[in-house]
């Protein structure tokens, strides 16, 4: 026994026709072949179930008639003026039957333009992986790609014939690669739309194929293009190259290339944002007694101020050192110095003694301390006092 109509679509017997619409496109796109294609058997008998519904409720008069004689109404040889499905209604290839509800959901799918006609489409986009330094990605640069792509045959020009063999548009398709099919079912006739049998989906009818591109037209070539990496770029950041993709079909525009970069590592410079940071080493000495050093930028060597008692890990900032803003490239960051603080590994006779005496001054537990017989020997009365007090 067939399904309730309403219960097909999910609305109410008091539903109004743009409910009736709005729910019939909604199911149509949920039971679409194309949409279904793990188990299109299912799909092609839920689709017509749906269709078949709308093709009833969608009409006053025959909605009236449903609601008064349920299925009865649109037996065949029921009694009813209006006859079945394929008779007085027109069937579902008769006018405002399955044809034109098919071209409805044809268009709701993309179909546009026409039932089984393809329009010009979008070539495919291309992905380039490149590597470049950490100083081009501060300041930018202009590079080359080798891209592998499709593009227009050198010997036959585009037209996928040998030259001066005859390029005819199909007759079956008109051009557009695609054909429709008309099959009579119980529920009436159905239109399909698959490639075309004659021309394989090209469109045209080639006398001669190419003996290069085998009659396709193009060939896949290598190309190299330059592109522009701009100041300030970072490491995973994408560039699209607008028009370098795969060419477009039936005279659609190119693809994009989008050129994805990576960033090596610097020897001195990390990133941080739009600031750079570097660690600098210094000794002792020019952390306790300050001093003036030079330090290396990404632009060259600068002088840094060094203040008496720096402890490590002290972090310094040079203004305006760092990297340029992506979209406002006169502004840039900043560079951030961070002292480490030298301990000396080895140390002379002169600098122990001069070490145990800065400890004595401070101090500091120098019993601690091992100093040889000759510093000891070197040493004042007073610090060896201190020292071997015990």
Do not use: W
Not at 2 to 17: F, W
Not at 251 to 265: E, F, N
């Amino acid at each position: 026994m067939a399904r309730d109509y309403y219960d097909v679509l999910g609305v109410n017997k008091n539903a109004s026709q743009d409910e009736i619409k709005k729910a019939f496109r909604k199911k149509a796109r949920q039971y679409h072949p194309d949409v279904n294609r793990d188990n299109p058997e299912e799909a092609e008998k839920n689709f017509k179930e749906v269709n078949e519904a709308y093709e009833v409720l969608s009409d006053d008069t025959k909605k009236a008639q449903y609601d008064q004689y349920g299925h009865d109404a649109f037996t065949a040889g029921g009694g009813n003026s209006a006859g079945g499905f394929g008779g007085g209604f027109g069937g579902f290839g008769g006018a405002g039957g399955f044809d034109d509800i098919f071209g409805n959901i044809f268009d709701m799918f993309g179909g546009g333009g026409g039932r089984g006609q393809r329009g010009p489409e979008r070539g495919a986009d291309l992905r380039q992986d490149v590597r470049i330094s950490f100083r081009d990605a501060v300041f930018g640069t202009t590079m080359k790609v080798n891209v592998q792509r499709h593009e227009e045959c050198d010997h036959c020009h585009g037209t996928g014939g040998e030259p001066g063999s005859k390029v005819e548009t199909c007759p079956n398709c008109h051009g557009s690669g695609q054909e429709a099919v008309i099959q009579n079912t119980p529920f009436g006739r159905m239109q399909t739309v698959r490639t075309c049998s004659r021309c394989g989906g090209q469109g045209k009818i080639i006398e001669k194929p190419c003996k290069v591109c085998r009659g396709q037209g193009q060939a896949i070539k290598r190309r190299d293009i330059e592109i522009k990496i701009p100041a300030g770029v970072d490491d995973g950041a994408r560039l699209r190259v607008s028009g370098e993709g795969e060419p477009g079909t039936l005279g659609g525009p190119k693809g994009d290339l989008y050129v994805y970069i990576s960033v090596a590592r610097d020897k001195e410079f990390e990133r941080s944002g739009n600031d750079v940071v570097l660690r600098q080493t210094i000794s002792f000495s020019q952390a306790a007694l300050g001093a003036t050093i030079q330090v290396p930028t990404l632009e060259g060597k600068v002088e840094l101020k060094i203040p008496e008692g720096t402890q490590t890990g002290t972090a310094f900032r040079i203004k305006g050192q760092g990297v340029p803003y992506l979209r406002q490239p006169s502004q840039r960051g900043d560079q951030h110095v961070v002292v480490t603080v030298e301990t000396p590994k080895k140390l002379t006779d002169k600098q122990r003694q001069l070490l145990v005496e800065f400890a004595a001054e401070n101090k500091e537990d120098v019993n601690t301390l091992k100093v040889n017989k000759s510093i000891l020997e070197n040493l004042s009365d007073k610090v060896k006092q201190l020292f071997c007090q015990d």
